[in-house]
């Protein structure tokens, strides 16, 4: 079984960006759909973008949209999510996950999570 590993987390001000990365350590990744959830102190944990195997399809949030960007190189096989323009509200544990069919809360496959961070 593969495992999935996020990096890029950190702390950042307002209007900042900052971009994420989760390396999979199974090119049995590659087929599969991956994504990024976040989940804040106190709340539940709530999905950010998803992006398709071979990068065909991406969804994002509605909070998101406009400002993150996922993408995915699945030689690696690792998956990206460029944040910019960051809020406060953006502070979160962000973590990576990974589904034969669409990501969802409920995907085999997590992270461990990276914080992120935006300080007014």
């Known amino acids: 079984q593969g495992q999935l590993v996020e990096s890029g987390g950190g702390l950042v001000q307002v209007g900042g960006s900052l971009r994420l990365s989760c390396a999979a350590s199974a090119l049995i990744f590659s087929s599969y759909d991956m994504g990024w959830f976040r989940q804040a102190p106190g709340k539940e944990r709530e999905f950010v973008a998803a992006i398709s195997w071979g990068g065909i399809t991406k969804t994002y949030a509605d909070s998101v949209k406009g400002r993150f960007t996922i993408s995915r190189v699945d030689a690696k096989p690792t998956v990206y999510l460029q944040m910019n323009s960051l809020k406060p509200e953006d502070t979160a544990v962000y973590y990576c996950?990974?589904?034969?069919?669409?990501?969802?809360?409920?995907?085999?496959?997590w992270g461990q999570g990276t914080q992120v961070t935006v300080s007014s």
């Open positions: 996950a990974a589904d034969r069919k669409a990501v969802t809360s409920t995907s085999a496959y």
